[in-house]
């Protein structure tokens, strides 16, 4: 990952966040946005600290899911602009790793290479759209918004604009971004923003038995089936299929994929080691 190191993440265990919380569960890993009286709106130090949160699931081996959820009425605000025209209204986590680069949570995500699940249980606006954008799956319930209001105050979404590419038609991130209209989420999940609606009482039971299915299945097979989609889109029409037989070629000589196969002859539950 471009923005911390593997020997960043080694401090993990002394750094006390500001804005978020984390807890890990066997081979679970979650993230809780913890900034609800700014509806979790997220400042430059906020930013870095969900970036360094995904950048040690990226690097720990045994995290094979992560789970994104937030504390309050609202999921995320989307960026403190306050925050960010305003250096001394950015309290700064002295205890977090420097960051490589700039934060930039689109690429942070993209970067992740394990399923992340959105748990969305409050609007999602602006800025926010780089976090579900950049899930895996995004579990909401009915009531739940979704809008780029950014037009209303003399901006634009410019950087949520990479992240809603891969999954909005041209048009509809434009009608988005030019209303700013806030759409519910049947329309979020007819759209394909969410991939699943679900009610308030069952959406934490939803996502863990999704949590639970994703740990329990191969984990070097699922980054390497998320690693080669990625690539595939610099990879030319006529020689997509070469290069996925490739990736596959590749995995079949892992541990894993013997494992798999031995366990399916044996009848038995896989013991995956991530090899």
Partial sequence: MRFYTEEDIKAFDNVRFLHIKTAKAGHLFIITLARPEKRNAFTPTMAEEIIYALAYAHYRTEIRCVVLKAEGPVFCAGADLNAFHDPSANAVNDLLPRIQEEARMGDAFNELLKPCIAQVEGPVLAGGFLMICGCTFVYSVPEATFSLPEVKRG????????????ILPQRKILEMSITGKAYSAKDALEMGLITH????????EEVNALATQICNSAPLAIQSGMRSL?????????????????????????EDAKEGALAFKEKREPIWKGK
């Fill in 197 to 204: 609606l679900t009610e308030k009482e069952k959406i934490a």
């Fill in 230 to 254: 990625r690539e595939l889109m610099n990879v030319p029409q006529n020689e997509q299929h070469t290069f996925l037989k490739g990736q596959l070629d590749n995995l079949l000589q892992t």
């Fill in 155 to 166: 901006i634009w979404p410019m950087q949520v604009m990479a992240s809603l590419a891969p």
